[in-house]
Structure formats: C-alpha cells, structure tokens
C-alpha cells in the first residue's frame, strides 16, 4: 500500500492537487474534510458530531477522525494506496497512522507541505467555491469556471463552504497551524517531509508535487473525472 501525504494549512491547494496527483499515481484520493462534509450532508451521527467542531473551526477529535479514515482506506479503490489530503492532523493521528501501516510492514512514503503565507490562505478561502454536486474546487482569481456559478464538470451549482467565512477562517487558522506544525516535525525527524512552494500557479505547484515525487511534469491540470465525497456550503 502506497500512502502519500499531503500537509498545508486551510486554503494551501492541498484539495486542489490532490485528486489529480491520486489519479496519476493510481491511488484513491481520501479527504478527511470530504469525508465529514459528506456525512453532514447525509445528516448521519458523524455528520452531526463532526459539524460541532468544524463550524468552530476545531479539529474533529482524533479517535472519530482516525476510525473514519481507517475505515476509508480499507475500501477496494484504496488497496494500492492513497494520497491523504487533510490527514494527520495531529502529531497522535501521524503517530497512529505510523502504527496501523507497521501492522502491514508499511510506513508513509513521502509528506508533501504546500508552504502558503497566511494573507494568501485568506485572500484564496474568500474566494474559493465549490460544487454542491461533488465538491470540485473553483476560485474567481485563478480556477474560474467556464459558465459562472456553475460546476465544470457536473454543472451544479457552486457555493461557499460553510467554514469559509471570514471569523471561522480566522479560527482555523488560529487553532490548526499549531497542529501542523507538529504534523509537519513529526516527518521531518522520519525524513520525508518535502516542502513545496504553493504560491505559484496551480500547474506550477502541481509540477513541484509531481517532481517532489519523481514523477514526469502533467501536461494539464483536467479535473480526474471522479471526487469520492459530496459537498455542503451555503447558497452565494
Ligand atoms: P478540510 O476540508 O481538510 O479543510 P482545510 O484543511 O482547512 O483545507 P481546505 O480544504 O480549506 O484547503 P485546501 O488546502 O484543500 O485548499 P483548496 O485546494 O480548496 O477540513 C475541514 C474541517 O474538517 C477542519 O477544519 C476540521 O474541522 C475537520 N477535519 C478535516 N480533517 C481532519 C482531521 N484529520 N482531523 C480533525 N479534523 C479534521 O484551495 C483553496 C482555494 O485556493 C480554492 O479556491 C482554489 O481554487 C485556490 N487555489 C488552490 N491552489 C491555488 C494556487 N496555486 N494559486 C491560486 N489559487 C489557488
Ligand atoms: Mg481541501
């Protein structure tokens, strides 16, 4: 099983690369924050739970969030691996993770940090929208879609996510950088932490991903034709 890890904070691109990059590895792409707006949309007991946290801007706790990716990666799409998008958050969710990959005799091959200053990560969350359909990710500035307001790919409408708000953004970013910080360390000492600049262009970070990793330049940044996890957000 191959597990790649993609780190930055709220707003970096992570989402933006990561279903891509997991196309063209083979992988599954598993967003932990897709995963828990999928279940809020479908209104179920981790639905509701998750939600208390994520409209403060908190991480969900890390027993919930772990048996829930663990869960994921033991579906059939996930037996070659996946590229982790959201996940760990936490120095125990790395060191959990760690452990349940030993069990198998496998480790985490590489973690990948879109490095973003925290006015860009601001400017760019304003302006993010998504699909309600699937959740594809747009931005008025540097992903527009072709027909306003609605998606590419599925032509449903495109909204803001509910966390997107100027004070929850605020509040992600006080109460999640600490975190990644340690996230970020915790590679670091196993030596395979890779830091990427993400403020250039989408291609550009995604050759910088794709080259951190070895693999040849994409020729485009297309949509993978398939996102696992629906999404909520109000209406614009
Ligand atoms: P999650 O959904 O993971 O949110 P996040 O980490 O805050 O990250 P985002 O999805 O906001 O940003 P992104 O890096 O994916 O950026 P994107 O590609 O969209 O988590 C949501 C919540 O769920 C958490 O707050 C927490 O409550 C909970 N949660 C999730 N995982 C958890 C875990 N493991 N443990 C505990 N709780 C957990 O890009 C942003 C915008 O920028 C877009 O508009 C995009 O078009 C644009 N953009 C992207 N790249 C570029 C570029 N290079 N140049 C210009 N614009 C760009
Ligand atoms: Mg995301």
């Known amino acids: ?29 598993v967003a932990t ?26 991480l969900v706790p890390d027993d919930v969030t772990l048996a829930m990716l663990l869960g994921r990666l033991a579906e059939p799409d996930a037996t070659a691996g996946a590229v982790l998008d959201g996940f760990p958050r936490t120095r125990a969710q790395a060191e959990a993770l760690d452990r349940a990959l030993a069990e198998r005799g496998e480790r985490v091959e590489a973690a990948l940090l879109i490095e973003v200053p925290e006015d860009v990560l601001v400017a760019r969350l304003a302006d993010r929208w998504i699909c309600e359909a699937a959740g594809h990710i747009y931005s ?3 992903r527009p879609p072709r027909v306003d307001g609605r998606c590419d790919v599925d032509g449903s409408p495109l909204v803001q996510r509910a966390d997107d708000r100027p004070e929850t953004v605020r509040a992600r970013l006080a109460q999640q950088l600490g975190p990644l910080a340690d996230v970020v360390a915790h590679y670091e000492r196993a030596g395979i932490l890779r830091r990427i600049d993400g403020t250039g262009s989408i ?4 050759a910088a991903l794709r080259a951190a990793l070895g693999m040849p330049a994409r020729s485009s940044a297309a949509w993978p034709s398939a996102r696992p996890a629906a999404a909520s957000g109000r209406s614009p």
């Open 1 to 29: 099983m191959r597990i790649v890890v993609l780190l930055g904070p709220p707003g970096a691109g992570k989402g933006t690369q990561a279903a891509g990059l997991a196309a063209d590895l083979g992988l599954a792409h």
């Open 33 to 58: 924050g897709d995963l828990f707006r999928a279940n809020v949309a479908a209104g179920t007991e981790l639905g509701r739970l998750a939600r208390r946290y994520m409209e403060r801007g908190e």
């Open 203 to 206: 291609e550009a970070v995604g």
């Open 140 to 142: 008025r500035a540097a």
